[in-house]
């Protein structure tokens, strides 16, 4: 350590050695002690730091860590997934309305309407029987080891009965 | 004992709410502080502090702990600040600092509030990074490998730059000094 490469710390870093660079602060620390006018060059320095050490920074402000914090990732996706809370009904609700209201309205059944339908003079049940569908097992009938369930009259007419254990409805 | 940085920020990448906290604690103050002399205006360095740590949020799941945090969050916040006097430039001149007066036998009279005032004063009237290296390396705290890290610069140039910005506040501010003395 050189008394020139002293100045030259002591005009760069200031007086505190913990500003110093590490690896020259013992050598310049030594040097310091044994040279009156290192220590006039040091004394200097010091009043410098002083006067900027009278800087003061406002601390930030609480609304300032607030809203820093509002804005981390999961905060983001916290208020997003709020926000689809809210709005995602609403949504549904405005889209279903709009749906019902362009749907057209059913025309008025008018007398002619009716008169066009025509008269229907067969019974739905001959209808039925004619075509030999909507056959239904009986519960039981067609398991053998289990037996055949005795329903009763009452239950179905015994004429829709089949032999092969189904019935017409 | 206290959580490093780098493992606070695995935590923020898997967006933990207390690591982020943690970290604005221990970090907020400072790159505020930061901004707020490099800049010399407090809302612009909120603005910018804000800026950072979206930076931080944004990047998390990418940061690779090959410089340290602190550094790290300086170099952004120091775009930021070059980026916003750079835009000053382009403005027009009464949105510049005031010119300050350097009238010793005023100086002397100043409270060590207003010299305060003054040396904030006299900082931002620094050419850019003179001003920049003196605030990392007094202010912020950081060894003169970090600051020149953050300011892209070698060594031997902070060292210049630290000097030349020093002798400038010395001259500047003489009688401040010797009184705070």
Not at chain 1, 73 to 81: C, D, I, L, S
Not at chain 1, 82 to 91: G, I, K, M, S, Y
Not at chain 2, 7 to 13: F, I, N, S
Not at chain 2, 97 to 125: H, I, K
């Amino acid at each position: 350590m050189t008394p020139t490469r002293l100045h030259a710390i002591l005009d760069a870093y200031g007086a505190d050695p913990a500003r110093w660079p590490a690896v020259e602060r013992d050598a310049a620390l030594a040097l310091l002690a044994r040279s009156p006018e290192a220590r006039r060059h040091h004394d200097a320095a010091a009043r410098l730091d002083a006067a900027l050490d009278a800087s003061a920074i406002d601390v930030p402000s609480p609304a300032l860590a607030a809203r820093v914090l509002r804005a981390t990732p999961r905060a983001r996706v916290r208020r997003v997934e709020r926000w689809v809370a809210v709005v995602a009904p609403l949504a549904a609700a405005a889209a279903l309305f709009l749906w019902i209201g362009r749907s057209p309205a059913p025309a008025p059944l008018t007398a002619d309407a009716i008169a066009a339908l025509g008269t229907f003079s067969t019974p739905t049940d001959t209808l039925l029987f004619s075509t030999g569908s909507d056959l239904v097992d009986l519960p039981g009938c067609s398991e053998g080891d289990l037996g055949c369930i005795d329903l009763g009259s009452g239950w179905t007419d015994e004429s829709t009965r089949r032999d092969d254990g189904r019935m017409r409805v | 004992m206290e959580e490093a940085d780098e493992t606070l920020m695995r935590r923020v990448a898997r967006g933990d709410q207390e690591a982020c906290r943690a970290l604005v604690e221990r970090h907020l103050g400072r790159i505020v502080a930061f901004a707020a002399r490099t800049l010399g205006n407090a809302t612009d360095a909120e603005d910018v502090a804000q800026e950072v740590f979206l930076r931080l949020w944004t990047n998390a799941r990418r940061w690779e702990p090959r410089a340290r945090l602190g550094t790290w969050l300086h170099r952004i916040a120091l775009n930021l600040c070059l980026d916003r006097i750079a835009r000053r430039r382009e403005a027009p001149l009464d949105a510049a600092p005031e010119p300050v007066d350097p009238t010793p036998s005023v100086v002397t009279l100043l409270e060590r509030a207003a010299l305060g005032q003054r040396v904030n004063a006299e900082l931002a009237a620094l050419p850019p990074q003179q001003r920049i290296a003196i605030v990392l390396c007094h202010y912020q705290g950081l060894r003169n490998i970090e600051a020149a890290e953050v300011m892209d610069v070698s060594i031997e140039a902070l060292e210049s730059l630290l000097a030349r910005g020093r002798r400038t506040l010395r001259a500047r501010l003489r009688a401040e000094a010797e009184g705070a003395a």
